[in-house]
């Protein structure tokens, strides 16, 4: 564990740990806006981070704790409602109008709270069950947030959601949106990764492999598992806010069924065991549903088939791959390495 | 190196009376009773066997006292306080402690990660979000706990990778974090060569003499070298206690598991 390795000298530096890959991804990224056109800065990319950032809540529940919660997205949905109910949008008759660092703070405890209450009745259940009850309460939410007007404004839900205008920059623009997006990515992804080696997180994988002998060593594992939905719907809700802000409206398909599986296609696909597994997935998801209706109709088909062509990925990925690209990448590896001399490591002829 | 701890805030309340105390414990599964009317009391600092066949109960006895099942009638009571319908992590809390007959380890972390979490589950910071530091006592804690089954060269090795006879060191370390008061051992020995099986009685009769623990051991010669009083099993039920010679020498117990006078070896 890198945490309790800390004791041990000599240790490399903190930029000396940190792969080459991840410098030259971090690079890529920060250099993009001068490389992609406005579409590639918003629709994919903007829209990657922020289905990468959902998906990754899910990654940390499910990779971390075992527990596959289908209830991210309505997380997410539940905070942008709130951005949009307390803050301003073009429903004014309900939107209060108060200032975003009053509006966002809220949100992110109104979803934590909301994941808290569901985490608790989810966390009695295991395996499919825990799918089953989420599920339920993700269609629930959507049917709520549906049928009522005096809150949730019904079917219409609300538009002319807009990010704020903070130190004089208009946060919807291509650039600023991509960098901000981009920030929330990278912010969640460090502390995913810092949690998973902190006390919280390694006993959240000791509860996920033996919760029996966690038990046994003190830990109450069923506050374990709540907590650990409530860590994750900080995360969903960030993701859930900037969804809203992009689209710039928020309206019960944000938290449809369709929404609530694609969370769970683009973490599979990205792969559950670490937490860039849901950006990989998302990446692929954004890309797959940006061009998959060209290349239908490019072979005469309809290109509102495009979902077709996802699931035909998704199951391509499940079958070659059950734990995703990073266990593509994982085999990949091994195979390289076994191709190698143990102790010159070059390539064998 | 101590086994004392300074890390165990429920230490203070400990009473002046029995460490344990079971009154009329059953348990059923179904139309079958796994324990029948058990009463037994230990000590604080005591050492308890407690023998029997397989389908005894012994087990069976010690998942009611941890709680991982609720006892069908009785009361248990841990250092004076009734814990009869505690959840598991609440008993543990208390000073108990047990290891399993088969290991229950977390095979991708490696030794000094093992110990560090059972040392965190009995702390208040459990759910800390931050990273330890290089100066924290838990840290310590751990690597003393390590060096005090004789791990410390196999620390940074990964549980999966152990011996057999390592693992269950492991689990004795993890049963000694925080402060115990009274540990359950169940079946420490099962599998271990004759060399670990000595280690094992040096680790166990090194305790620090305010460590209770109850014993379950087939290997006689364990149970009765470390054992101070002996509780026998049979068909859910306690028929016989005493001290390590008298139960040795007691002929009702010899035709039952001894194999007749003289004989060694569980039945």
């Known amino acids: 564990m890198a945490v309790l390795d800390a004791r041990r000298t000599p240790q490399p530096t903190a930029a000396e740990r940190i792969p080459a890959r991840y410098w030259v991804a971090g690079a890529l990224l920060l250099l993009m806006p001068g490389i992609a056109n406005d579409f590639f800065l918003y629709q994919v990319f903007g829209w ?169 060593l003190g830990f109450n594992v069923f506050w374990h598992r709540v907590l650990a939905h409530s860590f994750a719907a900080v995360i969903a809700g960030l993701g859930g806010i900037l969804l809203v802000w992009q689209n710039g409206q928020v309206a019960p398909g944000t938290a449809g069924l369709p929404a609530v599986f694609d969370i769970l296609v683009v973490a599979i696909v990205g792969g559950l065991r670490h937490p860039v597994g849901p950006f990989i997935g998302a990446l692929i998801y954004v890309l797959l549903r940006a061009f998959a209706p060209d290349v239908l109709q490019a072979f005469g088909m309809s290109g509102e088939r495009f979902k077709t062509v996802v699931g035909l990925g998704f199951l391509a990925v499940v079958w070659w791959s059950p734990d995703g690209v990073l266990g593509l990448w994982d085999r990949w590896r091994a195979l390289r390495a076994e191709g190698r001399d143990r102790l010159t490591g070059r390539v064998r002829r | 190196m101590t086994l004392a701890s300074t890390n165990g805030p429920r230490l203070a309340t400990a009473s002046a009376g029995n460490a344990l105390e079971l009154r009329g414990v059953t348990k059923t599964f179904g139309a079958l009773a796994a324990l029948s009317d058990v009463t037994l009391s230990v000590r604080p600092g005591e050492r308890r066997a407690v023998l029997g066949s397989n389908g005894a109960g012994k087990t069976t006895l010690f998942n009611c006292i941890t709680g991982d099942f609720l006892p069908s009638s009785g009361t248990i009571r841990l250092f004076g306080e009734d814990v009869t319908r505690f959840p598991a992590h609440e008993r543990i809390r208390r000073g108990l402690r047990r290891t399993y007959q088969i290991s229950l380890l977390f095979g991708g972390l490696s030794v000094l990660d093992n110990v560090y979490l059972a040392c965190r589950g009995v702390s208040r910071a459990r759910f ?15 690597l003393e706990l390590t060096e005090a089954v004789h791990l410390t060269a196999s620390r940074d090795t990964r549980v999966a990778a152990l011996s057999y006879g390592q693992q269950r060191q492991l689990e004795i370390a993890l ?91 569980h039945g």
């Open chain 1, 48 to 216: 990657a981070f922020i289905l990468g950032t959902i998906a990754l809540s899910l990654q940390f529940l499910a990779g971390y704790g075992g527990m596959v919660s289908l209830l991210q997205m309505s997380v997410a949905a539940l905070a942008g409602y709130v951005v949009a109910i307390l803050g301003t949008s073009g429903t004014a008759s309900i939107s209060l109008g108060w200032p975003w660092w009053v509006v966002v703070p809220i949100a992110l405890v109104v979803a934590c709270i909301f994941a808290t209450v569901v985490g608790a009745l989810a966390v009695r259940t295991e395996g499919i069950y825990t799918i089953m009850i989420t599920l339920a309460i993700a269609a629930a939410f959507f049917y709520f947030t549906r049928q009522n007007y005096t809150i949730f404004n019904g079917y219409s839900g609300f538009p002319g959601v807009l990010p704020p205008t903070v130190f004089g920059i208009d946060w919807r623009r291509p650039v600023p949106f991509y960098y901000l997006t981009l920030g929330v990515a990278v912010v969640c992804y460090l502390v995913v990764v810092y949690v998973a080696r902190a006390p919280f997180g390694l006993a959240l994988q000791g509860v996920r492999d033996n919760p029996r002998r966690m038990a046994a």
């Open chain 2, 128 to 142: 800390s979000l931050i990273r330890p530091f290089r100066s924290d006592p838990l840290m310590a804690r751990a």
């Open chain 2, 175 to 265: 049963a000694l974090a925080g402060a115990p008061r009274l540990i359950l051992f169940d079946e420490p020995a099962a599998g271990l060569s004759p060399a670990e099986r000595a280690d094992l009685v040096a680790i166990l009769t090194g305790l620090p003499a305010h460590i209770g623990f109850i014993l379950i051991e087939h290997d006689m010669d364990v149970a009765l070298r470390v054992a101070e009083r002996v509780t026998m099993m049979h068909n859910g039920r306690i028929f016989k206690e005493g001290l390590p010679a008298e139960i040795e020498q007691d002929e009702e117990v010899q035709a039952l598991y001894l194999g007749g006078p003289g004989g060694h070896g």
